[in-house]
């Protein structure tokens, strides 16, 4: 995963637990391989997915990439086996979820766009603990450039003629050697003098 990716999941994090509060028991932000009873309730959030496509022309500029990004929340809670027509407060709390995040401007402006969101609802057992898991994944899409590093920082050109050649060895004309200073604006010789055709900065190579 980006590390753009991460900074998505965290502000995700840090809103929920600022909404929450006390109603989570556990929060996680890497998946549960084993949840304990006493977790419970507990609120993941994860990175569950993250792609990079190119972003137009291959090798036209500096890599740059669109990225899709999936991030998955995972609320659960112990439910009574014998208490079926009672609806778990996880449903209404794992709704809440738009609201905290989708009319936060601090989470909005961190992508490009929301572009996709799933939710689904399942039981497990976790020894004899019923677990009711609402999970939701929310896809975003935001974008990369890397440009590149220069360690040249180009202030000068060295230019170089090719005579002599054997056309012209008799002829007397000289190989010039010339550097050329570069500012933001215009490219001067090193020397106002060999511009003129005197050739005082010349050297005969």
């Known amino acids: 995963m980006s590390h753009y990716a991460s900074t998505v999941q965290l502000k995700a994090m840090e809103l929920a637990q600022a909404h929450f509060g006390a109603r989570f028991k556990t929060y996680r932000l890497t998946p549960m391989l084993q949840v304990q009873p006493g977790d419970l309730p507990i ?3 994860y990175l569950l997915r993250e792609r990079r496509l ?4 291959a090798n036209h500029t500096e890599p740059h ?3 899709t990004m999936t991030l998955g929340f995972s609320g659960g809670v112990h439910v009574e086996t014998d208490r079926q027509t009672y609806l778990p407060p996880i449903e209404e709390w794992m709704s809440e979820l738009d609201d905290v995040l989708l009319t936060d401007p601090r989470f909005v402006n961190l992508t490009e766009g929301v572009t996709e969101m799933d939710r689904v609802a399942q039981f497990a057992k976790v020894g004899e603990t019923t677990l009711y898991e609402i999970r939701v994944e929310m896809a975003m899409e935001f974008s990369s450039r890397f440009p590149p590093i220069i360690v040249d920082d180009f202030k000068s050109v060295k230019v170089t003629t090719q005579f ?6 008799d002829d007397g004309t000289l190989q010039i050697e010339r550097i050329y200073e570069l500012d933001v604006t215009r490219a001067t010789p090193a020397s106002p003098q060999a511009e003129e055709g005197d050739h005082a ?3 005969v190579l």
Not at 54 to 57: A, W
Not at 164 to 169: G, I, N, S, T, V
Request: glycine letters at 10%; hydrophobic letters at 25%; proline letters at 5%.
């Open 164 to 169: 002599p050649d054997k056309e012209h060895a």
């Open 43 to 45: 609120l993941g959030v």
């Open 65 to 67: 990439f669109k990225h």
């Open 201 to 203: 900065d010349a050297r």
């Open 54 to 57: 190119q972003d137009g022309h």
